[in-house]
């Protein structure tokens, strides 16, 4: 839809001197750049006539927002279409954890069912999720999982107004929880927040499920709490540095793997596309944007 409303450059898959050419060839004109991803090439701050980064997805976590101020460029996302989409995900995890999903459909393939049953699960009825950020699909996951019966609470920068249970730090929310799900926004603020103490405190019976970015957990000490069994399992949908995905993580047996699909459906797709063109076509016409996003 892109290509058949404006004229398009796919700057990823130039290389280098490819890029920096089309670049001044672009010079002069108006420009939008719509990736949050290339938006931390330090090249793009060197375009004058760069006005607008219409990002495809929430996060904005890659923008440089020194520069964007500096240089007076506007900055959208697509906040509220994929939250129904991302929450979706966070529960379909949190169920495939606690029911052991990939290992039973494993378990059947492999001709295991005949030798015997499977070890038992988990129930979520009456069990605590913690959500580490209460945001729109923060809340969204707590709409689906009150469905399962799961009793709710949070960890946000200040309480919210709602009945769920307040915890004042990441570390209190582990240790009240028997799931924790990360939906924390990326950015300096968050990275690698969800350390070692974090995954002490959630013990040897609690799950880890992480839709919000990779960058805030350490990884490391991710894989060190699931290879020592000090937390039971962990659903993954982001990763730190993707698509690569550590040999320790892909090893374990406690762990499910997903290649950052959170918004991936053909309807939330849509609807994010069709955002980037909205925020695009208004800005272009009279300089509104309809999700503008401030840096503070």
């Not at 796919?10 to 672009?26: R, S």
């Not at 375009?47 to 964007?68: H, N, P």
């Not at 992480?210 to 990763?239: F, K, P």
């Amino acid at each position: 839809a892109l290509d058949a409303a404006y004229e398009t450059t796919h700057l990823w898959t130039l290389d280098e001197a490819e890029k920096k050419a089309k670049l001044a060839e672009l010079e002069g004109h108006c420009v939008a750049a719509a990736s949050a991803s290339w938006a931390t090439d330090p090249l793009l701050y060197t375009l004058d006539s760069l006005q607008v980064i219409a990002c495809f997805g929430v996060g904005v976590d890659g923008i440089d927002f020194t520069e964007t101020d500096r240089l007076n460029i506007r900055v959208t996302n697509t906040p509220g279409v994929l939250d129904d989409a991302v929450a979706d995900i966070a529960l379909g995890l949190i169920i495939a954890c606690s029911r052991k999903f990939i290992r039973a459909d494993a378990f059947v393939r492999k001709g295991q069912w005949k030798k015997g049953p499977l070890p038992l699960g988990q129930s979520l009825a009456g069990k605590t999720l913690g959500i580490a950020g209460l945001g729109r699909i923060g809340q969204e996951i707590a709409n689906r999982a009150m469905g399962f019966k799961l009793n709710i609470a949070y960890h946000n920068r200040r309480p919210k107004d709602c009945d769920y249970t307040y915890c004042e730090s990441l570390n209190e929310l582990a240790s009240h929880s028997d799931i924790v799900v990360n939906v924390l926004p990326g950015g300096p603020a968050t990275r690698k927040i969800l350390d070692a103490s974090f995954f002490d405190c959630l013990g040897a019976e609690g799950t880890f499920i992480n839709v919000g970015r990779g960058q805030s957990v350490d990884e490391a000490a991710l894989v060190h709490a699931l290879q020592n069994r000090t937390i039971a399992a962990a659903g993954l949908d982001v990763y730190d540095q993707e698509p690569g995905v550590p040999e320790a993580l892909i090893a374990l047996d406690n762990v499910v793997l997903l290649p950052h699909i959170g918004s991936a459906t053909g309807e939330t797709r849509t609807a994010m596309g069709d955002l980037v063109i909205g925020n695009l076509a208004s800005f272009f016409a009279d300089q509104t944007l309809v999700t503008e996003f401030f840096s503070s």
